[in-house]
C-alpha cells in the first residue's frame, strides 16, 4: 500500500547544534519561547479573607507577614483535618458524596466545645 504523505518533507527548522534538537529560528531564539513573557507561578492562600475578617472584627488592628502565614497555617491544618474526618465518616456509611451533615459531625468531631457550637451555628 502506497501512502503519498509518508514522503512528505517535515516542516523546516534550523536545528540547534545540542543534542536535544530544539528548534530555533534563524536569528538563534528558541521557537518555543519566542515572544512569551514569563508569569509568576501562583501560590494559593487565604490571606486576603483572613485580612478581611481581621478588618471586621478589629478596624484598626494590622497583621505581619509572619502572623499572616501563620494564620495561614492553621487554616490548612483545620482544613485538613476536618476533610480527612468527613472523608471518613462518609466512607463509614458508605456514601460516595459528602454532604453538609458530614461536614457538620465533623466540625463537632474536631474542633473543642464552644467553637463546635458557635461553627456549626454560623
Given at each position: 500500500?502506497?501512502?503519498?504523505?509518508?514522503?512528505?518533507?517535515?516542516?523546516?527548522?534550523?536545528?540547534?547544534?545540542?543534542?536535544?534538537?530544539?528548534?530555533?529560528?534563524?536569528k538563534?531564539?528558541?521557537?518555543?519561547?519566542?515572544?512569551?513573557?514569563?508569569?509568576?507561578?501562583?501560590?494559593?492562600?487565604?490571606?486576603?479573607?483572613?485580612?478581611?475578617?481581621?478588618?471586621?472584627?478589629?478596624?484598626?488592628?494590622?497583621?505581619?507577614?509572619?502572623?499572616?502565614?501563620?494564620?495561614?497555617?492553621?487554616?490548612?491544618?483545620?482544613?485538613?483535618?476536618?476533610?480527612?474526618?468527613?472523608?471518613n465518616?462518609?466512607?463509614?456509611?458508605?456514601?460516595?458524596?459528602?454532604?453538609?451533615?458530614?461536614?457538620?459531625t465533623?466540625?463537632?468531631?474536631?474542633?473543642?466545645g464552644?467553637?463546635?457550637?458557635?461553627?456549626?451555628?454560623?
Open positions: 500500500f502506497f501512502n503519498p504523505l509518508f514522503f512528505q518533507t517535515p516542516p523546516t527548522f534550523i536545528m540547534s547544534g545540542k543534542k536535544t534538537g530544539t528548534p530555533v529560528s534563524k538563534g531564539k528558541s521557537v518555543k519561547n519566542a515572544g512569551t513573557k514569563r508569569t509568576k507561578k501562583r501560590v494559593e492562600s487565604y490571606s486576603t479573607y483572613i485580612y478581611r475578617v481581621l478588618k471586621q472584627v478589629h478596624p484598626d488592628t494590622g497583621i505581619s507577614k509572619s502572623g499572616m502565614a501563620v494564620m495561614n497555617s492553621f487554616i490548612n491544618d483545620v482544613f485538613g483535618r476536618v476533610t480527612a474526618e468527613a472523608g465518616l462518609a466512607r463509614y456509611n458508605d456514601r460516595k458524596t459528602l454532604s453538609s451533615r458530614e461536614v457538620q465533623a466540625i463537632r468531631l474536631v474542633l473543642p464552644e467553637l463546635a457550637k458557635h461553627a456549626v451555628s454560623e
